[in-house]
Protein backbone atom coordinates (compact mmCIF):
# COMPACT_ATOMS: atom_id res chain seq x y z
CA UNK A 1 0.00 0.00 0.00
CA UNK A 2 1.23 3.32 -0.96
CA UNK A 3 0.01 6.44 0.60
CA UNK A 4 1.60 8.53 -1.81
CA UNK A 5 -0.55 9.68 -4.79
CA UNK A 6 0.17 10.06 -8.11
CA UNK A 7 -0.55 13.97 -9.37
CA UNK A 8 -3.23 13.90 -12.08
CA UNK A 9 -2.17 15.80 -15.09
CA UNK A 10 -1.24 19.09 -14.23
CA UNK A 11 -3.62 18.31 -10.94
CA UNK A 12 -6.15 21.29 -11.83
CA UNK A 13 -7.96 19.53 -15.03
CA UNK A 14 -9.82 15.95 -15.75
CA UNK A 15 -9.71 16.02 -19.61
CA UNK A 16 -12.75 14.32 -21.55
CA UNK A 17 -13.16 10.54 -21.12
CA UNK A 18 -10.25 10.64 -18.14
CA UNK A 19 -10.44 9.45 -14.85
CA UNK A 20 -8.89 10.40 -11.87
CA UNK A 21 -7.77 7.26 -10.41
CA UNK A 22 -7.51 5.88 -6.52
CA UNK A 23 -4.25 5.84 -6.86
CA UNK A 24 -3.96 9.92 -8.09
CA UNK A 25 -4.87 13.04 -6.91
CA UNK A 26 -5.62 16.37 -8.26
CA UNK A 27 -4.12 19.26 -6.57
CA UNK A 28 -4.12 19.37 -2.79
CA UNK A 29 -6.59 22.47 -2.61
CA UNK A 30 -8.59 20.31 -4.69
CA UNK A 31 -8.39 17.07 -2.97
CA UNK A 32 -9.70 18.44 0.17
CA UNK A 33 -12.27 20.57 -1.41
CA UNK A 34 -13.61 17.32 -3.16
CA UNK A 35 -12.83 15.56 0.10
CA UNK A 36 -15.24 17.88 1.83
CA UNK A 37 -17.46 17.41 -0.66
CA UNK A 38 -17.85 13.60 0.33
CA UNK A 39 -18.76 14.77 3.84
CA UNK A 40 -21.65 16.87 2.41
CA UNK A 41 -23.01 13.82 0.22
CA UNK A 42 -23.00 11.35 3.15
CA UNK A 43 -24.28 13.56 5.81
CA UNK A 44 -27.49 13.49 5.85
CA UNK A 45 -28.28 9.57 5.52
CA UNK A 46 -25.69 9.40 8.06
CA UNK A 47 -27.22 11.03 10.53
CA UNK A 48 -30.90 10.01 9.58
CA UNK A 49 -29.96 6.85 10.99
CA UNK A 50 -28.69 7.58 14.70
CA UNK A 51 -31.62 10.25 15.06
CA UNK A 52 -34.22 7.67 13.93
CA UNK A 53 -32.70 4.71 16.16
CA UNK A 54 -31.91 7.51 19.00
CA UNK A 55 -28.33 6.82 18.77
CA UNK A 56 -26.04 9.62 19.45
CA UNK A 57 -25.01 11.19 16.01
CA UNK A 58 -21.85 12.86 17.36
CA UNK A 59 -21.15 8.82 18.21
CA UNK A 60 -22.10 7.59 14.89
CA UNK A 61 -20.16 10.28 12.90
CA UNK A 62 -16.87 9.46 14.72
CA UNK A 63 -17.25 5.48 13.92
CA UNK A 64 -18.21 6.29 10.53
CA UNK A 65 -14.69 8.39 10.72
CA UNK A 66 -12.73 5.63 11.75
CA UNK A 67 -13.70 3.19 10.13
CA UNK A 68 -13.60 5.00 6.88
CA UNK A 69 -9.77 5.42 7.26
CA UNK A 70 -9.80 1.79 8.51
CA UNK A 71 -11.29 0.81 5.23
CA UNK A 72 -9.17 2.57 2.88
CA UNK A 73 -5.94 0.83 4.98
CA UNK A 74 -7.51 -2.56 4.92
CA UNK A 75 -8.37 -1.98 1.28
CA UNK A 76 -4.64 -1.05 0.71
CA UNK A 77 -5.85 2.43 -0.82
CA UNK A 78 -6.90 0.82 -3.34
CA UNK A 79 -10.73 1.27 -3.25
CA UNK A 80 -12.35 4.44 -2.97
CA UNK A 81 -15.28 4.84 -0.03
CA UNK A 82 -16.76 6.06 2.61
CA UNK A 83 -18.61 4.06 5.26
CA UNK A 84 -21.92 5.66 6.71
CA UNK A 85 -24.50 3.99 8.73
CA UNK A 86 -26.55 1.41 7.14
CA UNK A 87 -30.01 1.83 6.71
CA UNK A 88 -30.27 -2.19 7.48
CA UNK A 89 -29.73 -1.67 11.08
CA UNK A 90 -32.73 0.82 11.76
CA UNK A 91 -35.36 -1.75 12.01
CA UNK A 92 -33.62 -4.43 14.05
CA UNK A 93 -32.17 -1.58 16.39
CA UNK A 94 -35.19 -0.20 17.05
CA UNK A 95 -36.98 -3.53 18.17
CA UNK A 96 -33.98 -4.65 20.37
CA UNK A 97 -34.01 -0.90 21.98
CA UNK A 98 -37.41 -1.43 22.99
CA UNK A 99 -36.94 -4.62 24.16
CA UNK A 100 -33.61 -5.16 25.90
CA UNK A 101 -32.12 -1.09 26.08
CA UNK A 102 -29.75 0.20 23.97
CA UNK A 103 -26.57 -1.59 24.91
CA UNK A 104 -28.28 -4.46 23.40
CA UNK A 105 -29.10 -2.93 20.28
CA UNK A 106 -25.25 -2.34 20.28
CA UNK A 107 -24.31 -5.90 20.64
CA UNK A 108 -26.31 -6.75 17.76
CA UNK A 109 -23.99 -4.69 15.70
CA UNK A 110 -21.04 -5.92 16.71
CA UNK A 111 -21.66 -9.30 16.73
CA UNK A 112 -23.49 -8.30 12.96
CA UNK A 113 -19.81 -6.69 11.75
CA UNK A 114 -17.65 -9.89 13.35
CA UNK A 115 -19.87 -11.55 11.42
CA UNK A 116 -19.49 -9.65 8.05
CA UNK A 117 -15.59 -9.81 8.92
CA UNK A 118 -15.94 -13.52 8.97
CA UNK A 119 -17.51 -13.26 5.64
CA UNK A 120 -14.93 -11.25 4.16
CA UNK A 121 -12.22 -13.77 5.24
CA UNK A 122 -13.84 -16.32 3.23
CA UNK A 123 -14.31 -14.44 -0.01
CA UNK A 124 -10.56 -13.45 0.32
CA UNK A 125 -9.40 -16.67 0.18
CA UNK A 126 -12.16 -18.34 -1.49
CA UNK A 127 -13.29 -16.40 -4.04
CA UNK A 128 -16.93 -14.69 -3.69
CA UNK A 129 -18.41 -17.07 -6.40
CA UNK A 130 -20.23 -19.03 -3.56
CA UNK A 131 -21.76 -15.34 -2.56
CA UNK A 132 -23.83 -15.67 -6.39
CA UNK A 133 -24.74 -19.36 -5.52
CA UNK A 134 -26.06 -18.86 -1.37
CA UNK A 135 -27.71 -15.61 -2.86
CA UNK A 136 -28.70 -15.06 -6.37
CA UNK A 137 -30.46 -11.43 -7.10
CA UNK A 138 -33.69 -12.79 -6.21
CA UNK A 139 -32.83 -13.51 -2.85
CA UNK A 140 -30.80 -10.40 -2.15
CA UNK A 141 -33.20 -8.41 -4.14
CA UNK A 142 -36.36 -9.55 -2.21
CA UNK A 143 -34.06 -9.14 1.73
CA UNK A 144 -33.31 -5.60 0.50
CA UNK A 145 -36.70 -4.93 -0.40
CA UNK A 146 -38.52 -6.13 2.38
CA UNK A 147 -36.36 -4.80 5.20
CA UNK A 148 -37.15 -1.30 3.37
CA UNK A 149 -40.82 -1.51 3.49
CA UNK A 150 -41.14 -3.20 6.41
CA UNK A 151 -40.06 0.13 8.30
CA UNK A 152 -43.03 1.97 6.50
CA UNK A 153 -45.24 1.91 9.93
CA UNK A 154 -41.90 3.91 11.62
CA UNK A 155 -41.84 6.80 8.89
CA UNK A 156 -45.80 7.00 9.21
CA UNK A 157 -45.47 7.15 13.05
CA UNK A 158 -42.89 10.29 12.89
CA UNK A 159 -45.29 11.95 9.76
CA UNK A 160 -48.19 11.84 12.09
CA UNK A 161 -46.51 14.23 15.21
CA UNK A 162 -46.27 17.06 12.77
CA UNK A 163 -47.81 16.48 9.00
CA UNK A 164 -47.20 20.05 7.77
CA UNK A 165 -43.70 19.69 8.15
CA UNK A 166 -43.44 16.22 6.76
CA UNK A 167 -44.99 17.09 3.74
CA UNK A 168 -42.72 20.08 3.24
CA UNK A 169 -40.22 18.00 3.48
CA UNK A 170 -40.91 15.37 1.83
CA UNK A 171 -42.15 17.98 -1.10
CA UNK A 172 -38.53 19.62 -1.07
CA UNK A 173 -37.26 16.59 -1.43
CA UNK A 174 -38.73 15.60 -4.73
CA UNK A 175 -38.54 18.93 -6.05
CA UNK A 176 -35.07 19.28 -5.26
CA UNK A 177 -34.16 16.07 -7.26
CA UNK A 178 -36.07 16.81 -10.62
CA UNK A 179 -35.13 20.74 -10.51
CA UNK A 180 -31.12 20.73 -10.03
CA UNK A 181 -28.47 18.75 -11.86
CA UNK A 182 -25.64 17.62 -10.67
CA UNK A 183 -24.67 17.60 -7.00
CA UNK A 184 -27.01 19.30 -5.66
CA UNK A 185 -29.75 17.07 -7.31
CA UNK A 186 -27.71 14.08 -5.82
CA UNK A 187 -28.20 15.84 -2.29
CA UNK A 188 -32.01 16.05 -2.81
CA UNK A 189 -32.29 14.45 0.80
CA UNK A 190 -30.06 16.78 2.70
CA UNK A 191 -31.44 19.87 1.31
CA UNK A 192 -35.03 18.68 1.92
CA UNK A 193 -34.52 17.95 5.36
CA UNK A 194 -32.50 21.77 5.86
CA UNK A 195 -35.75 22.89 4.16
CA UNK A 196 -37.91 21.00 6.74
CA UNK A 197 -35.46 21.73 9.56
CA UNK A 198 -36.45 25.26 8.88
CA UNK A 199 -39.98 25.21 7.93
CA UNK A 200 -40.34 23.49 12.02
CA UNK A 201 -38.40 26.13 13.01
CA UNK A 202 -40.82 29.32 11.61
CA UNK A 203 -43.56 26.72 13.41
CA UNK A 204 -41.91 26.61 16.75
CA UNK A 205 -40.95 22.72 16.60
CA UNK A 206 -37.09 23.12 17.44
CA UNK A 207 -35.74 23.29 20.76
CA UNK A 208 -31.94 24.18 21.52
CA UNK A 209 -31.54 24.04 24.96
CA UNK A 210 -29.29 20.79 24.80
CA UNK A 211 -27.19 23.03 22.03
CA UNK A 212 -26.70 25.89 24.56
CA UNK A 213 -25.52 23.53 27.41
CA UNK A 214 -23.12 21.25 25.16
CA UNK A 215 -19.51 21.61 24.90
CA UNK A 216 -17.42 23.41 21.49
CA UNK A 217 -15.09 20.69 21.93
CA UNK A 218 -15.02 16.45 23.61
CA UNK A 219 -15.40 12.77 22.96
CA UNK A 220 -18.91 11.53 21.96
CA UNK A 221 -21.02 9.62 24.22
CA UNK A 222 -20.06 5.91 24.45
CA UNK A 223 -21.89 3.03 24.95
CA UNK A 224 -20.72 -0.57 25.87
CA UNK A 225 -22.11 -3.61 24.18
CA UNK A 226 -24.33 -6.10 25.92
CA UNK A 227 -25.64 -9.12 24.57
CA UNK A 228 -28.72 -11.05 24.70
CA UNK A 229 -29.07 -14.40 21.97
CA UNK A 230 -33.23 -13.77 21.50
CA UNK A 231 -32.29 -10.50 19.61
CA UNK A 232 -29.35 -11.80 17.52
CA UNK A 233 -31.98 -13.21 15.23
CA UNK A 234 -32.94 -9.41 14.21
CA UNK A 235 -29.53 -8.64 13.15
CA UNK A 236 -27.97 -12.27 11.31
CA UNK A 237 -30.22 -10.37 7.54
CA UNK A 238 -28.20 -7.26 7.95
CA UNK A 239 -25.04 -9.53 7.30
CA UNK A 240 -26.65 -10.61 3.67
CA UNK A 241 -27.65 -6.87 3.14
CA UNK A 242 -23.91 -5.36 3.87
CA UNK A 243 -22.61 -8.20 1.60
CA UNK A 244 -24.61 -7.39 -1.31
CA UNK A 245 -23.95 -3.46 -0.73
CA UNK A 246 -19.49 -4.02 -0.68
CA UNK A 247 -19.82 -6.28 -3.60
CA UNK A 248 -21.98 -3.85 -5.66
CA UNK A 249 -20.02 -1.04 -4.62
CA UNK A 250 -17.21 -2.53 -5.90
CA UNK A 251 -18.22 -3.71 -9.35
CA UNK A 252 -19.86 -0.34 -9.53
CA UNK A 253 -16.34 1.46 -8.64
CA UNK A 254 -14.26 -1.34 -10.76
CA UNK A 255 -17.00 -0.28 -14.11
CA UNK A 256 -16.69 3.73 -13.81
CA UNK A 257 -12.51 3.30 -13.28
CA UNK A 258 -11.92 0.67 -15.85
CA UNK A 259 -10.13 -1.98 -13.25
CA UNK A 260 -10.75 -4.81 -12.59
CA UNK A 261 -11.43 -4.81 -8.52
CA UNK A 262 -12.70 -8.21 -7.77
CA UNK A 263 -9.56 -9.12 -5.64
CA UNK A 264 -10.04 -6.01 -3.29
CA UNK A 265 -13.77 -7.42 -2.79
CA UNK A 266 -13.14 -9.74 0.12
CA UNK A 267 -10.69 -6.99 1.76
CA UNK A 268 -13.95 -4.87 1.29
CA UNK A 269 -16.18 -6.75 3.25
CA UNK A 270 -13.57 -7.35 5.74
CA UNK A 271 -12.97 -4.12 6.16
CA UNK A 272 -16.47 -2.89 6.19
CA UNK A 273 -16.84 -5.67 8.97
CA UNK A 274 -13.80 -4.46 10.89
CA UNK A 275 -15.71 -1.03 11.10
CA UNK A 276 -19.30 -2.19 11.87
CA UNK A 277 -17.76 -4.30 14.93
CA UNK A 278 -15.50 -0.98 16.08
CA UNK A 279 -19.07 0.82 16.28
CA UNK A 280 -20.51 -1.73 17.87
CA UNK A 281 -17.83 -1.68 20.70
CA UNK A 282 -18.89 1.94 21.29
CA UNK A 283 -22.09 2.78 20.37
CA UNK A 284 -21.98 3.60 16.92
CA UNK A 285 -24.37 2.76 13.98
CA UNK A 286 -23.35 -0.05 11.99
CA UNK A 287 -21.43 0.98 8.60
CA UNK A 288 -21.77 0.18 4.86
CA UNK A 289 -20.46 1.70 1.45
CA UNK A 290 -22.22 4.57 0.40
CA UNK A 291 -23.51 4.95 -2.85
CA UNK A 292 -24.28 8.82 -1.93
CA UNK A 293 -20.41 8.84 -2.56
CA UNK A 294 -20.72 7.07 -5.92
CA UNK A 295 -22.58 9.82 -6.90
CA UNK A 296 -19.96 12.47 -6.05
CA UNK A 297 -17.22 10.48 -8.06
CA UNK A 298 -19.70 9.84 -10.85
CA UNK A 299 -19.84 13.80 -11.27
CA UNK A 300 -16.82 14.99 -10.56
CA UNK A 301 -14.56 12.01 -12.14
CA UNK A 302 -12.10 11.77 -9.56
CA UNK A 303 -12.16 8.33 -7.44
CA UNK A 304 -8.79 8.90 -5.46
CA UNK A 305 -8.33 7.66 -2.19
CA UNK A 306 -7.03 10.65 -1.09
CA UNK A 307 -10.22 12.64 -1.33
CA UNK A 308 -11.84 10.52 1.19
CA UNK A 309 -8.68 10.63 3.89
CA UNK A 310 -9.97 13.93 3.57
CA UNK A 311 -13.54 13.14 4.52
CA UNK A 312 -12.73 10.90 6.98
CA UNK A 313 -10.21 13.63 9.01
CA UNK A 314 -13.16 16.16 8.55
CA UNK A 315 -15.56 14.21 9.35
CA UNK A 316 -13.78 12.97 13.01
CA UNK A 317 -13.24 16.78 13.75
CA UNK A 318 -16.70 17.35 13.22
CA UNK A 319 -17.45 14.31 15.67
CA UNK A 320 -15.16 16.17 18.90
CA UNK A 321 -17.76 18.99 18.90
CA UNK A 322 -20.40 17.86 21.40
CA UNK A 323 -22.46 21.24 20.16
CA UNK A 324 -22.36 20.26 16.64
CA UNK A 325 -24.05 16.65 17.87
CA UNK A 326 -26.30 18.86 19.78
CA UNK A 327 -27.82 20.92 17.22
CA UNK A 328 -27.98 17.54 14.62
CA UNK A 329 -30.23 16.05 17.12
CA UNK A 330 -32.64 18.85 17.53
CA UNK A 331 -34.20 17.85 14.12
CA UNK A 332 -37.81 17.32 14.75
CA UNK A 333 -39.78 14.08 14.35
CA UNK A 334 -41.60 15.82 11.08
CA UNK A 335 -38.68 16.45 9.22
CA UNK A 336 -37.70 12.78 10.03
CA UNK A 337 -41.19 11.80 9.04
CA UNK A 338 -41.25 13.24 5.51
CA UNK A 339 -37.15 12.10 4.71
CA UNK A 340 -37.70 8.40 5.90
CA UNK A 341 -41.11 8.42 3.56
CA UNK A 342 -38.70 8.61 0.77
CA UNK A 343 -35.78 7.11 2.60
CA UNK A 344 -37.44 3.80 3.44
CA UNK A 345 -39.51 3.51 0.30
CA UNK A 346 -36.09 3.74 -1.62
CA UNK A 347 -34.40 0.88 0.12
CA UNK A 348 -37.79 -1.02 -1.02
CA UNK A 349 -37.06 0.16 -4.27
CA UNK A 350 -33.47 -0.66 -4.73
CA UNK A 351 -34.73 -4.69 -3.96
CA UNK A 352 -36.56 -4.43 -6.97
CA UNK A 353 -33.76 -2.69 -8.90
CA UNK A 354 -31.20 -5.66 -8.33
CA UNK A 355 -33.98 -7.45 -9.70
CA UNK A 356 -34.38 -5.73 -13.14
CA UNK A 357 -30.48 -5.69 -13.31
CA UNK A 358 -30.32 -9.00 -12.62
CA UNK A 359 -33.24 -9.17 -15.29
CA UNK A 360 -35.35 -11.90 -12.78
CA UNK A 361 -37.18 -14.00 -14.69
CA UNK A 362 -40.83 -13.70 -12.75
CA UNK A 363 -42.45 -16.14 -14.78
CA UNK A 364 -40.52 -18.99 -13.22
CA UNK A 365 -42.61 -20.16 -10.03
CA UNK A 366 -39.39 -20.63 -7.72
CA UNK A 367 -38.95 -16.76 -8.48
CA UNK A 368 -42.49 -15.92 -8.09
CA UNK A 369 -42.70 -17.35 -4.60
CA UNK A 370 -38.96 -16.43 -3.38
CA UNK A 371 -39.97 -12.80 -3.60
CA UNK A 372 -43.81 -13.16 -2.80
CA UNK A 373 -44.00 -15.02 0.81
CA UNK A 374 -40.93 -12.93 2.31
CA UNK A 375 -42.13 -9.51 1.04
CA UNK A 376 -45.50 -10.60 3.11
CA UNK A 377 -44.25 -11.68 5.82
CA UNK A 378 -41.57 -8.06 5.89
CA UNK A 379 -44.42 -5.91 5.44
CA UNK A 380 -46.83 -7.73 7.70
CA UNK A 381 -43.99 -8.16 10.40
CA UNK A 382 -44.70 -11.36 11.07
CA UNK A 383 -43.62 -12.91 14.89
CA UNK A 384 -42.32 -15.93 16.09
CA UNK A 385 -41.52 -17.01 19.51
CA UNK A 386 -39.74 -19.52 20.55
CA UNK A 387 -39.08 -19.76 24.54
CA UNK A 388 -37.31 -16.63 25.29
CA UNK A 389 -36.50 -15.86 21.51
CA UNK A 390 -38.69 -13.98 19.47
CA UNK A 391 -37.89 -13.81 15.59
CA UNK A 392 -39.94 -10.97 13.82
CA UNK A 393 -40.78 -10.05 10.18
CA UNK A 394 -37.12 -8.93 8.87
CA UNK A 395 -35.51 -12.06 10.47
CA UNK A 396 -38.29 -14.36 9.12
CA UNK A 397 -38.45 -12.58 5.49
CA UNK A 398 -34.78 -13.45 5.23
CA UNK A 399 -34.99 -16.91 6.47
CA UNK A 400 -37.76 -17.63 4.43
CA UNK A 401 -36.30 -16.18 1.01
CA UNK A 402 -33.31 -18.68 1.92
CA UNK A 403 -35.27 -21.49 2.92
CA UNK A 404 -38.46 -21.14 -0.56
CA UNK A 405 -35.54 -20.45 -3.01
CA UNK A 406 -33.04 -23.26 -1.76
CA UNK A 407 -35.37 -26.09 -1.05
CA UNK A 408 -38.40 -24.79 -4.00
CA UNK A 409 -34.62 -25.68 -6.68
CA UNK A 410 -33.84 -28.30 -4.79
CA UNK A 411 -37.36 -30.30 -5.14
CA UNK A 412 -37.88 -29.11 -8.55
CA UNK A 413 -34.93 -30.78 -9.28
CA UNK A 414 -35.52 -33.98 -7.90
CA UNK A 415 -38.83 -34.62 -9.11
CA UNK A 416 -38.64 -32.74 -12.65
CA UNK A 417 -41.01 -30.56 -11.75
CA UNK A 418 -39.60 -27.23 -13.22
CA UNK A 419 -42.46 -26.43 -15.79
CA UNK A 420 -44.08 -23.10 -15.36
CA UNK A 421 -47.75 -23.38 -13.19
CA UNK A 422 -50.42 -20.94 -14.56
CA UNK A 423 -50.46 -18.06 -12.05
CA UNK A 424 -51.90 -14.47 -12.67
CA UNK A 425 -48.00 -13.40 -13.12
CA UNK A 426 -46.76 -16.15 -15.34
CA UNK A 427 -50.24 -16.14 -17.69
CA UNK A 428 -48.66 -15.12 -21.19
CA UNK A 429 -49.41 -11.86 -22.93
CA UNK A 430 -52.41 -12.06 -25.26
CA UNK A 431 -51.16 -12.05 -28.96
CA UNK A 432 -51.10 -8.80 -30.54
CA UNK A 433 -53.62 -8.96 -33.58
CA UNK A 434 -53.28 -6.17 -36.00
Do not use: C
Not at 85 to 107: D, K, N, Y
Not at 264 to 284: C, I, S
Not at 317 to 341: E, M, N, R
Not at 360 to 379: C, E, M, S
Amino acid sequence: MSLGWTKHGDGKHVGPGDVVAPDERLSWPRTIGIGMQHVVAMFGSTFIVPLITEFSPATTLFFSAIGTALFLLITRNRLPSYLGSSFAFIAPIGAATASHGQSVAVGGILVTGLLLAAVGLLVHFAGARWIDVVMPPIVTGTIVALIGLNLAPAAWGNFQKAPVTAVITLAAIILVTVLFKGILGRLSILVGVLVGYVAALLQGEVDFTDVKKADWLGFPHFVTPSFDVSVLGLFIPVVLVLIAENVGHVKSVAAMTGKNLDGVAGRALFADGVATTLAGVGGGSGTTTYAENIGVMAATRVYSTAAYWVAAVTALVLSLSPKFGALIATIPDGVLGGATTMLYGMIGILGARIWVQAKVDFGNPVNLTTAAVPLIVGIADFTWTVGDMTFKGIALGTASALVIYHGMRAIARWRGTSQEPVSPASTPEPAHVD
